[in-house]
């Protein structure tokens, strides 16, 4: 198993790193929460070393290596609370973490569902499971020092900055894809993640 990999970020998505370990790239998925902490604490030139939750995802014809990354073993084991609840498995569950964990622990120690059902992924029914098994066993985790929030102003470059590389991907020029955000972000300036930008941005080139 594949307990911890470190390696300079080769390429990136809103959710994924591709480490390359020297010769070898990795695909590392990444709680959004985790994700918008290592963008804070290091530029993306730097290396990359994160614990990993590896499992294989398995079909009836195949077993698929996954690997999740965080900075530190109690992301993890919360990470490993969260996919105990009946029904949530890894990718969902790094679906869902897309706020800090602390405050996410916070809402299930208190039982707040209202809170917990506006993750991604999880509905009333789900939340309800989570405070059912995890409420009184997550409270070293309220702990973790990650609930300092990015100004929206920062937010909004991060999704702004990842839409204009997959545009480019895309092989439209520069100057295009930048024009195509900003009317998009003006029809639509509350958009939060970078795959609501880009479906904003086929909405407007469509005319729809």
Do not use: W
């Amino acid at each position: 198993m594949i307990a911890r990999i470190s390696g300079v970020v080769a390429g990136k998505k809103e959710n994924t790193l591709i480490l390359d370990t020297g010769g070898m790239c990795y695909e590392v998925l990444i709680p959004l929460a985790v994700m918008n902490s290592i963008k804070e604490e290091k530029t993306f030139e730097e290396k990359v070393e994160l614990i990993t939750y590896h499992y294989f995802q398995m079909s009836q014809t195949s077993a698929v290596p996954i690997l999740i990354g965080f900075q530190n073993d109690i992301e993890k084991e919360f990470f490993e609370k969260f996919i105990s609840v009946s029904g949530i498995g890894p990718k969902a569950a790094c679906r869902a973490l897309a706020e800090p964990f602390s405050v996410i622990a916070g809402a299930i120690d208190r039982g707040d569902e209202v809170y917990l059902k506006k993750l991604p992924g999880i509905g009333s029914r789900k939340a309800a499971e989570i405070v059912a098994k995890l409420r009184g066993r997550v409270g070293k985790y309220g702990l973790i020092q990650d609930d300092e929030r990015r100004e929206t102003k920062n937010e909004k470059e991060d999704i702004k900055s990842d839409a204009l590389e997959i545009l480019l991907q895309l092989q439209y020029k520069k100057n295009e894809a930048e024009n195509m955000i900003e009317k998009a972000l003006q029809r639509e300036p509350e958009l939060k993640t970078s795959e609501e930008l880009l479906n904003e941005v086929y909405r407007e080139r469509s005319g729809k």
